[in-house]
């Protein structure tokens, strides 16, 4: 099994430009995350999925779409990028045990420069 | 989601124990106790979690005390890829109708945690 993976590794835009940030699990996993990593702080979630067509907002949402088209797929855009979405982003997913979450697994994280 | 606290940096000896702590005094009855390690520029890596009897997998082994207002991560024979920022989390158990915070980690700062040859 690959895991958790994500395209791209790095990525360099433009103020104002838009993008498709890519998640994709292959463990069959029911629940998808989104959270962003700037430096000194800790993770903080920005949209999560419960299965395949649902999402919601996680605690830093603005700025962000999400969608869930397949089970395998979690896909985070931006629409109009800002130079505070600079960051490292990381997808993870879990699967549940009685219907509840347990461990989360984290993709490799993708580096994003906004100018 | 209880406040943990945790040293900011721990240094150990290849090859002996690495015993992590950390603080949970406001752990509500209902709150697990996880632990996630982040190796430089890697994505967190899930290694134990517990409510309130001790935990032991092939990576650790997780010591909760009584009155679970503290808790140590043993690392029993530590090696060099052990180096990392070791997360000690407290959440309840995400998913079922628990509503959408309890779905994410909420990660502090922890402890890096640097083993010496």
């Known amino acids: 099994n690959a895991g958790v993976t994500q395209t791209p590794k790095f990525r360099v835009l433009k103020t104002g430009q838009s993008m498709t940030l890519l998640c994709a699990q292959d463990m069959n996993h029911e629940y998808m995350y989104w959270y962003r990593q700037d430096p000194g702080m800790g993770l903080r979630l920005i949209h999560y999925s419960v299965g395949e067509g649902t999402t919601a907002k996680g605690e830093v949402p603005d700025g962000y779409n999400v969608s869930r088209l397949k089970k395998q797929n979690f896909l985070l855009g931006l629409e109009s990028a800002a130079p505070s979405q600079t960051s490292v982003y990381f997808c993870?997913?879990?699967?549940?045990?009685?219907?509840?979450?347990?461990?989360?697994?984290f993709g490799p994280g993708t580096r994003l420069t906004v100018l | 989601d209880a406040k943990t606290t945790q040293p900011p940096s721990m240094d150990c000896a290849e090859g002996r124990a690495a015993n992590l702590p950390c603080n949970h005094s406001?752990?509500?009855?209902?709150?697990?106790v996880y632990w996630y390690r982040q190796i430089h520029s890697q994505g967190p890596q899930y290694i134990i979690h517990?409510?309130?009897n001790n935990e032991t997998n092939e990576m650790a082994s997780l010591i909760i005390t009584e009155d679970r207002k503290s808790s140590t991560l043993i690392l029993p024979h530590a090696t060099l890829r052990d180096t990392a920022v070791y997360y000690c989390?407290?959440?309840?158990?995400?998913?079922?109708?628990?509503?959408?915070?309890?779905?994410?980690?909420?990660f502090g700062k922890g402890t890096l945690l640097t083993v010496n040859p």
């Open positions: 406001t752990i509500s009855g209902n709150e697990y």
């Open positions: 517990g409510l309130k």
């Open positions: 989390i407290v959440r309840v158990q995400g998913g079922g109708n628990s509503g959408g915070s309890n779905y994410k980690l909420t």
């Open positions: 993870a997913s879990s699967y549940p045990r009685g219907g509840l979450d347990n461990e989360q697994f």
